[in-house]
């Protein structure tokens, strides 16, 4: 049974968010922005491991993540799963679901974790009124697409050292944006979870956690992270295979 607390809505909308420079509104006119703020009706409260929604559930809205963290996957039915992607506060969460008007992913919380609920009709209703929006939504559909064909591309041609790199690169990346430190975090995923997403086994990314801190391009601390070579690391990512 799905665990979600609604919870009150607070005068702190779209304008006014800490997220608004990372999540929908981003590069929106002010003036437009300030129309988003009927976009959130309702937010809602995810405990840890409980699903945000499942796979072939009907969409009905995209799940703005205000905090916490939520991982997707797609579970076969013997019980396996693959992790498809990992978001981050500010990234939309749901947007597997607009070709065919039902979820192809479950999206679970990794933590207790908080979404801004934006229904679909009302993005219909708003764009005729606020024009971008439409815009933002494909902008938003086209970086999910681009996120897949990067997974693609790396469990494609890279080697083990690679894809490990270009995660924490790409971590490191979005763990900026997000105006956190970008060479000091703390991961939200398990090595099995990492290893899940990048294709590859818990005793390989343990391997290659320890030799990235052997070579002292990292330190680690069980979750803990810390860049110390970021460009060592990039030239991971970018050596030839």
Known sequence: MQKRISVEVDSQHCSTCMMGHVCLPVGMPAHEVQQLDALVTERIRIEK???LYRHNEQLNALFSLRSGSIKTLLEEANGSHQITGFY??????????????KHS??????EDSEVCVVQIKDIDEISRSVPSLQHQVRRLMSKEIARSHQ???????MRSEQRLAAFLSN????LSIL???S????MRMSREEIGNYLGLTIETISRLFSRFARDGVIKINQREVKIIDMKALNELVDKPC
């Open 183 to 186: 060479t000091d975090f703390v």
């Open 49 to 51: 491991g409980q699903p």
């Open 105 to 110: 992913s479950s999206a679970i919380a990794m």
């Open 88 to 101: 981050l506060p500010g990234e939309i969460v749901g947007l597997d679901g607009m070709i065919e008007g």
């Open 171 to 174: 971590l490191s990346q979005r």
């Open 151 to 157: 997974v693609l591309l790396a469990l494609g041609s």
């Open 179 to 181: 105006g956190y430190s």
